[in-house]
């Protein structure tokens, strides 16, 4: 079993998939034990305790005036059983860069979604990038997280097409819809160590998941 600690800012849709995938038994080897917001008013707290029944924690800074946001955080993750090794940390719309400290600590162990396909529209406001740069296409990405900004490699992409009379919101909506199923999706193949790492190349060695650029 892994422990895992959800990290959030906002609605926590993705949380929500996540959770739900794990409550039906598509994943099954994975325990979530925290979410963690930097935000007290993020509507994804709620939703944890009350629908998944998952501890919570608002990580603000001042908190505990002697303790770092970062040194509160560790201290979260220690004390939920959240082990650097054998845990999993899974950033779900969580709009603050962890330090190098945190990274390395859990090195290849924190994974994130993130709305474009990689490394087109890193940082915010990505389904915006891709609409003023004329994208055609644009996508999400499932990739684990490094000290660069949605830089670390990528576990899982998949496609978008952008039509010509998308909106922010359009594109935003059905790149979510897409989210919402290769998160859970990411989070299993890693779970069940499904995953071959070269370097920046990471494969996914289970037949269940094709990748959809490759021919069958
Ligand atoms: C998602 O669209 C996610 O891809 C994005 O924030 C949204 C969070 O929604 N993340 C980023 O832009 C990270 N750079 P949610 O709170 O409903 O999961």
Redesign the pocket.
Same mark, same amino acid.
């Given at each position: 079993m892994l422990n895992l600690a959800i990290l #959030? &800012?906002?609605?926590?849709? @993705? =949380?929500? !998939?996540i959770l739900r995938s794990i409550e039906e038994g598509q994943i099954t080897n994975v325990r979530p034990k925290v979410v963690v917001s930097n935000r007290s008013e &993020?509507p994804?707290l709620k939703l944890a305790a009350q629908k998944f029944g998952v501890p919570t924690h608002v990580l603000c800074k001042g908190n505990d005036k002697t303790l770092s946001f970062e040194d509160e955080l560790v201290q979260v993750l220690d004390q939920f059983g959240i082990d650097p090794k054998t845990g999993v940390i899974c950033? !779900?719309?969580? =709009?603050r860069i962890l330090s190098p400290i945190i990274v390395q600590k859990y090195t290849m162990r924190i994974l @994130?979604? /993130?709305?474009s396909l990689l490394p087109a529209f890193?940082?915010? /406001? !990505?389904?915006r990038q891709a609409l003023e740069y004329g994208a055609k296409i644009s996508g999400?990405t499932i990739h684990f997280v490094d000290t660069g900004v949605?830089t670390g490699p990528i576990l899982i992409q998949r496609a978008v097409t952008i039509f010509d009379n998308d909106t922010e919101e359009s594109l935003?909506q059905r #790149?979510?819809e897409i989210?919402h199923i290769l998160y859970p999706e990411a989070l299993r193949v890693f779970s069940e160590g499904k995953l071959k790492i070269d370097g920046r190349r990471v494969s996914i060695t289970d037949s269940k998941t094709k990748n959809r650029n490759e021919k069958a």
């Amino acid at each position: 079993m892994l422990n895992l600690a959800i990290l #959030i &800012s906002g609605r926590g849709s @993705n =949380m929500e !998939a996540i959770l739900r995938s794990i409550e039906e038994g598509q994943i099954t080897n994975v325990r979530p034990k925290v979410v963690v917001s930097n935000r007290s008013e &993020s509507p994804g707290l709620k939703l944890a305790a009350q629908k998944f029944g998952v501890p919570t924690h608002v990580l603000c800074k001042g908190n505990d005036k002697t303790l770092s946001f970062e040194d509160e955080l560790v201290q979260v993750l220690d004390q939920f059983g959240i082990d650097p090794k054998t845990g999993v940390i899974c950033l !779900a719309g969580f =709009m603050r860069i962890l330090s190098p400290i945190i990274v390395q600590k859990y090195t290849m162990r924190i994974l @994130n979604v /993130h709305p474009s396909l990689l490394p087109a529209f890193p940082g915010l /406001h !990505a389904q915006r990038q891709a609409l003023e740069y004329g994208a055609k296409i644009s996508g999400c990405t499932i990739h684990f997280v490094d000290t660069g900004v949605d830089t670390g490699p990528i576990l899982i992409q998949r496609a978008v097409t952008i039509f010509d009379n998308d909106t922010e919101e359009s594109l935003t909506q059905r #790149i979510l819809e897409i989210e919402h199923i290769l998160y859970p999706e990411a989070l299993r193949v890693f779970s069940e160590g499904k995953l071959k790492i070269d370097g920046r190349r990471v494969s996914i060695t289970d037949s269940k998941t094709k990748n959809r650029n490759e021919k069958a």
